[in-house]
């Protein structure tokens, strides 16, 4: 029950991790298209469509999802390896009483890792780059300079700011609800 619990634990953090590093890619993604948008107004009014923008920046978050999961996944195999000797020593003490000296590859967590993570890197960059695509080509290639874009632009994110408020007041309440809940299968 208590290595469960010790397993339940660390699957809640790396949902974290996985949170946080969505948000990272968000505001990433936002920033580099941001940035870029005066060319892909210029790139629409030329005559690039919709869906060839889509797909432009569909492949550099596919791309960059691709080269961050490699990194990660050979971040974690190596973080993994340098700390087994802490970990061991708690698991021993704590938990089984068997010496653990080291760690199991198993290929297919490995291979669903990566895929993961190249998944949920396009899921994130999907928002930023569906918003770049639903401003008009006329819009984007004005100069940020532009005081109605900005305001636009603000207008947009205040009623984002606010939706998100929504959310997240709404998803505390799901909170304290469900932390009064008995448990289930012994976990809370």
Known sequence: TMVAAFHTNLQALSFISLLVGMFLIYNTMSVSLLRRRWELGTL??????????ALLFGTQALLLGV?????????????ASLSISAVSQ???????????????????????????GVLLTLVAASVPIWEALNTPPAMSS???????????????????????????????????????????????
């Open 44 to 53: 629409r009014v030329l005559g690039l469509s919709q869906q060839g923008a």
């Open 90 to 116: 708690t698991v021993e003490t704590l938990y089984t009483g068997h010496e653990v000296h080291h760690i199991q590859w198993d290929v297919p967590a490995i291979v669903f890792s990566f895929l993961w």
């Open 142 to 188: 004005r100069s940020s300079a532009n005081t109605g874009t900005q305001l636009s632009a603000v207008g947009k994110m205040a009623h984002r700011i606010r939706l998100l408020s929504a959310l997240s007041v709404a998803c505390m309440g799901v909170t304290a609800i469900a932390v009064l809940q008995p448990p289930v299968g012994n976990f809370p």
């Open 67 to 79: 080269l961050g999961a490699l990194l990660c996944v050979a971040l974690g195999l190596g973080m």
